[in-house]
């Protein structure tokens, strides 16, 4: 069973990471930031149409606080959308601001509505954390999902991601006879292993979605990641291993139950190979990244040094002894990717 007995650090963002930002299209201007939203005067509690409490508050702000702040986050959402085209908001409204109180960093959701036709959509304000943000860009590259994120000064802003929650789908969904199990219990195999090769940890089910697509023969399934605070920052292999948490334990079964051995191994070289072509497709933006991240402190040295001997026993690869950081042993696994 995968733990994690501590609260993540949270770490800043370097000078480094920022030329890196500001190089690829992430460091924006924008009107408001996280702080600005911590003005607000009272919440209330955020219940789900079921009556349950989503340990989310709605807040309010002053009537003198208000106009500005949903201004603002209006024009936040055409930069994120429409690259600052302030003309195609003109029918959007600020429905909802809520605010996480149970997450490391607090983070807000902003609900936009279109006036016209009660079409809404997300988005997150959040404390900017450097972990956060290689985990962001990590995904985006080495992934088959693209990414929208924005940063400017110690603001991170971050785009909805569509799915069922895990949590949810295993307990509404995941007995359906309607589901397919080969194909999700496939997709589980193939993201336990995008995690672990990328190293981002605490997969369980309330940190990722499930995205369900049906075909004209079949339902297809891609299970996405929603959080990314624990990118290459704990020291235990399990965590990096969705596999691992008790949390996940009926994907774990319907594996168990649908998989053989053989099959499974096919469908972890398959993803590995995928990771592979993405690699060589985006090799400039990669090597600045891991550059980036060799040169910057996103976990301890406890974590670090337990982490490397971790998976120079997984690989039988005594080169994860010589890594200096979190930057060095990602450079590794993804290395030894390319190699096999």
Same mark, same amino acid.
């Given at each position: ?14 000078? #480094? ?28 509690? *955020? ?14 702000? /002053? ?17 994120? #959308? ?11 409204? &600020? ?10 960093? #607090? ?10 036709? !009660? ?21 985006? =590259? ?19 991601? /569509? ?12 007995? !359906? ?7 999700? /219990? ?10 672990? &090769?990328?190293? =981002? ?44 948490? #008790? ?42 990244? *891991? ?45 030894? =990717?390319?190699?096999?």
């Amino acid at each position: 069973m995968a733990l994690i007995s501590k609260k993540k650090i949270i770490y800043p963002i370097s000078p #480094k990471l920022r030329v890196f930002l500001h190089r690829y299209g992430r460091e924006v201007d924008f009107p408001i930031q996280y702080n600005d939203l911590l003005r607000y005067s009272s919440s209330i509690a *955020l219940y789900d149409s079921k009556g349950n409490d989503t340990l989310w508050e709605t807040v309010f702000f /002053a009537e003198s606080d208000r106009n500005e702040i949903h201004h603002n986050v209006k024009k936040i959402y055409s930069i994120l #959308k429409a690259q600052g085209d302030m003309s195609v908001m003109e029918h959007l409204y &600020v429905d909802r601001v809520d605010l996480c109180v149970y997450g490391n960093t #607090k983070p807000f959701r902003v609900r936009i509505v279109n006036r016209i036709n !009660d079409n809404f959509d997300y988005f997150y304000v959040k404390n900017a954390d450097a972990s956060r943000i290689y985990g962001l860009e990590l995904e985006h =590259l080495l992934s088959p999902n693209r990414i929208n994120y924005l940063v400017h000064q110690n603001t991170l802003i971050e785009e909805h991601i /569509a799915g069922i929650p895990g949590e949810q789908f295993m307990r509404q969904y995941i007995n !359906d006879i309607l589901q397919n199990p080969i194909r999700l /219990a496939k997709e589980f195999v193939k993201f336990n292993e995008r995690c672990f &090769v990328r190293l =981002l940890g605490d997969m369980h089910s309330s940190n990722f979605v499930v995205d369900v697509t049906p075909d004209f023969e079949e339902t297809h399934y891609r299970i996405r990641a929603i959080d990314f605070d624990q990118q290459s920052y704990e020291g235990k292999k399990s965590i990096y291993l969705p596999q691992y948490f #008790k949390q996940n334990n009926k994907l774990i079964q319907m594996g168990i139950k649908h998989i053989t051995p053989e099959s499974m191994a096919q469908y972890q070289r398959e993803e590995r190979s995928l990771i592979a072509n993405r690699l060589k497709s985006s090799q400039k933006e990669m090597e600045d990244l *891991l550059e980036t991240m060799e040169s910057d402190t996103i976990s301890t040295e406890g974590n670090t040094e337990s982490l490397k001997l971790d998976l120079a026993k997984h690989y039988k690869d005594g080169r994860f002894l010589e890594c200096k950081n979190m930057g060095n042993i990602l450079r590794l696994s993804l290395d030894l =990717l390319m190699k096999k």
